[in-house]
């Protein structure tokens, strides 16, 4: 089965720190992961893809098989950064695309 | 426009009435999902559906039912048999192939009276 697991469930950092929230996965076969946030008042939404390797709002995260982890990491964390966070698998790979399980979900507060 | 929609926005039940709760995306995707949203639990997943006619119990399906007779929507009942129905429910669809991003409905907040 997949699982991933999102330890914190709050996080709380001032402004223009580091913030990095944690996820940890426990796979079988290749892994795939994405993080998804949800701002106050709005949808779920992707916010990226370790395949693609992006950076979005000056997020990055990088899959490390070793420690089986996808963190999510900014160098600047701003005001806007507050919401829920959540990491989570596509499914279960190749072309059985069903069971989906998110992780716990983070919540980030950005104070000024 | 397309996405996924969900109605009503806000739903209010009396004790031992079922309600059902409405999804439907243009999307043209062939995945299905129904989620539950409860402070500090995250997302559950309640029922998963691939394929028009086939739908699959996630990790709360009790109390829940579902139907998939069209490939645009999968509407969710919450029977009277859930213990605890309040709730915030989410609905998602993805395509069948990659890349596997989820889209996400705006909600339907269910309060049981």
């Known amino acids: 089965a997949q699982r991933v697991t999102q330890p914190e469930k709050l996080l709380s950092v001032f402004k223009g720190a580091p913030v990095e929230l944690k996820c940890n996965y426990s796979y079988s076969g290749s892994p795939e992961l994405f993080w998804y946030v949800q701002y106050s008042r709005q949808r779920l939404q992707l916010l990226l893809r370790?395949?693609s390797r992006e950076s979005i709002k000056g997020f990055t995260a990088d899959l490390n098989k070793g420690e089986t982890s996808f963190h999510l990491k900014k160098p600047f964390a701003q005001e806007e950064d507050s919401a829920m966070y959540y990491c989570a698998p596509p499914g279960a790979g190749g072309t059985s695309y069903g069971k989906l399980t998110f992780g716990q979900g983070t919540i980030l507060t950005v104070h000024p | 426009d397309g996405g996924i929609t969900q109605s009503p926005k806000y739903l209010f039940r009396k004790e031992g009435q079922n309600v059902t709760l409405s999804c439907e995306q243009n999307?043209?995707?062939?995945?299905m999902y129904w989620y539950r949203q409860d402070p500090g639990q995250g997302l559950r997943l309640i029922y998963y559906s691939q394929i028009v006619n086939d739908f699959q119990k996630g990790d709360i399906a009790e109390g829940y039912s579902v139907s998939r007779e069209k490939k645009e929507s999968f509407p969710l009942t919450v029977t009277s048999a859930q213990k605890n129905p309040t709730a915030f429910y989410l609905c998602a669809s993805r395509r069948a192939g990659g890349p596997y991003e989820q889209f996400f409905g705006p909600g339907t907040r269910l309060t049981v009276l």
């Open positions: 370790h395949i």
């Open positions: 999307l043209n995707h062939d995945a």
